[in-house]
């Protein structure tokens, strides 16, 4: 409750209020201000109510602080923003999927589905459990860090840093196997303008052998970037956030 007197005196300062003045809207000493203040006694939850009517905030300015509405609010902005890219690009490869497979099997270039399906998408799930994670902060105060105990905060962070490395080595497999693709992709199209007429049959064993090997690491790269969607929320809620300074 110490933080708490912390916000009260902050506030009553910004309303340029001083103690006697608050004290005489809340009808008691100025003395029982200072203990509030000082965090030598306890406001209960109906002083806090009143505190708050007199003072003209909300109750969670004067327990959490009045710079938390600031940076809620922003977070809101970020999750929305957040969610509402991860959905456009969800539907985005949902409706190039079939097209990128007409074309694959087509002219035998697969680059372009594979890009969507073990690229694109392994990515676009961890932004959007991301999303999910920072919206459940943000309008449900969703945060598993919040209130506990040093000790489960540093294994929380530890999980943190364990879920940081794990996406690290995702993305970059992901963007390997993105530039890998499109280095086939490159080379069939060569193939093509050299021969009149493009036959796959002619395309030498050793790339074909290239070929299936990287679409086995890519449906590896795509098992591990399903969990894209968790380890984007695990991301974001074990994040913990150093307090804001008084």
């Known amino acids: 409750m110490a933080e708490v007197g912390k916000h009260i005196r902050k506030i009553r300062k910004e309303k340029n209020l001083t103690q006697d003045e608050l004290a005489e809207r809340l009808h008691c000493t100025r003395q029982t201000v200072s203990n509030y203040e000082t965090g030598k006694s306890e406001p209960d939850i109906s002083l806090l109510i009143e505190l708050a009517?007199?003072?003209?905030?909300?109750?969670?300015?004067?327990?959490?602080?009045?710079?938390?509405?600031?940076?809620?609010?922003?977070?809101?902005?970020?999750?929305?923003?957040?969610?509402?890219?991860?959905?456009?690009?969800?539907?985005a490869i949902r409706i190039l999927q079939p097209f990128a497979q007409e074309y694959g099997y087509h002219y035998f270039e697969m680059a372009p589905a594979m890009l969507l399906q073990y690229v694109l998408k392994p990515l676009t799930l961890a932004l959007l459990g991301w999303g999910i994670a920072e919206a459940g902060k943000a309008f449900a105060d969703i945060c598993i860090w919040k209130n506990r105990q040093q000790r489960t905060i540093r294994i929380?962070?530890?999980?943190?840093?364990?879920?940081?490395?794990?996406?690290?080595?995702?993305?970059?497999?992901?963007?390997?196997?993105?530039?890998e693709l499109m280095y086939v992709w490159w080379k069939t199209s060569q193939m093509k303008e050299l021969q009149e007429s493009f036959d796959y049959t002619t395309i030498s064993l050793g790339i074909q052998d290239w070929v299936i090997s990287r679409y086995m690491r890519a449906i590896v790269i795509n098992r591990l970037g399903g969990a894209g969607l968790f380890l984007?929320?695990?991301?974001?809620l074990c994040k913990v956030k150093q307090p804001d300074p008084e």
């Open 232 to 236: 984007g929320m695990a991301l974001s």
């Open 53 to 91: 009517g007199v003072l003209e905030v909300e109750i969670n300015d004067l327990i959490y602080g009045p710079k938390k509405k600031e940076n809620n609010q922003r977070q809101k902005i970020g999750a929305v923003a957040t969610l509402v890219t991860a959905g456009v690009l969800l539907a």
């Open 156 to 179: 929380i962070r530890i999980c943190y840093y364990v879920t940081a490395v794990i996406l690290a080595v995702s993305v970059v497999m992901a963007l390997c196997t993105a530039a």
